[in-house]
């Protein structure tokens, strides 16, 4: 009986552990995002993906995945998505290319968004020229969320007034909810002009990525500088990490024990890239990565299997039947003058197809007043 007993233990261990196996490899399969804009931004969010970090590939055939509805200029440049600590992914963009304020969302799978909210971060400084490339991070050990940009102020740093078009420096809010935020605070000035900040956590301390925005001598590199902590005491920066080019957009991801840096060769028209071990000695690898025609600043993020799934779903909607649409219209009883239906496909994602009512009546009061 304990032989039966024994042999019974032995196949039930050999099972689970080859179970838990292919568990582990199925969770080990990296999946990463690239949220990135085109144009000056005027049709929004566009997605690309990566299974290696070096090789990504547009989803939804490269359409916008949330098209920008606040502010005057209705931008969504520089968006920066990150996995929020309450389970959604938050969203920051550039509005517009003047405006004293940023854009912010969020979503639970990346493809349903909520309301776009217009945050007036610099509103107190009547005279803040923009907000440019907002970025969201996550500052574990105070326990909230923190957003940084970059501003120019006419007047407030002199002694490099006349070293470029703009004289920008970083400034930051903090915010445990997205609809309260603090007063807007310095987080960078080391004497010359900065923009396109973003911050990793590096073991105990935090590393931050920028642009040497300094015109008169030209820099236009990327630099990096450390602090013990998030909101400042960053480092005077560090020389160049870019080569022989204008270079800004900087995000970063670790893949191995390389932290990799991805960057807009702006003047040139394409992205590159730089990689570390140690993040002191880097090396250029922009001749190994490869990404969608036109892709623009934006952020990077590890997403699972199951969420780049529904993602790549998106792009098979794309090319459903061509009579979908009046399919859909047929079923529902028939499509009136000047009538369109609006598809709501719930908030589980489980896409049932269901006439709107509500929005069906903006629609028609669009439509009637030659809208």
């Known amino acids: ?44 969010l566009h997605l690309a993906y990566s299974v290696d970090g070096l090789n990504w590939a547009s989803l939804k055939k490269d359409n916008s995945f949330l098209k920008p509805t606040v502010a005057k200029d209705k931008l969504m440049r520089d968006p920066c998505i990150i996995r929020g600590k309450d389970g959604l992914f938050h969203m920051v963009w550039t509005v517009s290319w003047k405006d ?108 931050m990525i920028l642009k040497d925005e300094t015109l008169k001598p030209v820099q236009k590199n990327l630099r990096v500088a450390f602090s013990d902590q998030a909101t400042g005491g960053y480092s005077k920066p560090s020389e160049p990490i870019t080569g022989n080019y204008w270079a800004e957009g900087p995000t970063a991801l670790k893949i191995g024990q390389d932290w990799i840096v991805y960057f807009d060769k702006y003047r040139d028209h394409k992205y590159g890239a730089v990689a570390s071990k140690d993040l002191k000695n880097w090396r250029d690898i922009s001749d190994s990565v490869h990404f969608p025609k036109g892709l623009r600043h934006g952020s990077v993020l590890p997403i699972t299997q199951a969420e780049l799934a529904l993602l790549k779903k998106e792009e098979a909607k794309l090319d459903a039947d061509p009579d979908w649409a009046s399919k859909v219209g047929s079923s529902l009883g028939g499509l009136k003058k000047n009538q369109i ?17 509500a929005i069906q009546k903006a629609i028609d009061a669009c439509a009637k007043n030659g809208g």
């Open 341 to 357: 239906w609006v598809n709501d496909f719930g908030a589980k994602s489980d896409s049932n197809f269901l006439s709107t009512n």
């Open 1 to 44: 009986m304990m032989h039966i007993v024994s042999r019974i233990v032995l196949v039930f261990t050999a099972v689970f552990c080859w179970t838990y196996s292919l568990v582990a490899q199925k969770k080990e399969t990296p999946a990463y995002l690239f949220s990135y804009f085109k144009g000056n931004g005027e049709d929004g």
């Open 100 to 207: 004293r304020g940023i854009g912010y969302a969020s979503s639970k799978d990346l493809i349903h968004w909520s309301e776009q909210v217009f945050v007036p971060v610099m509103e107190k400084e009547a005279t803040a020229k923009n907000c440019w490339a907002p970025e969201i991070f996550y500052d574990d050990a105070k326990k909230e969320y923190l957003i940084y940009w970059a501003t120019t102020i006419p007047g407030r740093f002199p002694e490099t007034e006349n070293l470029g078009d703009n004289n920008h420096r970083i400034y930051y809010v903090t915010t445990k909810d997205f609809k309260t935020f603090s007063d807007t605070k310095l987080m960078y000035d080391q004497g010359f002009n900065v923009i396109d900040a973003t911050i990793q956590k590096v073991g105990k301390q935090y590393l």
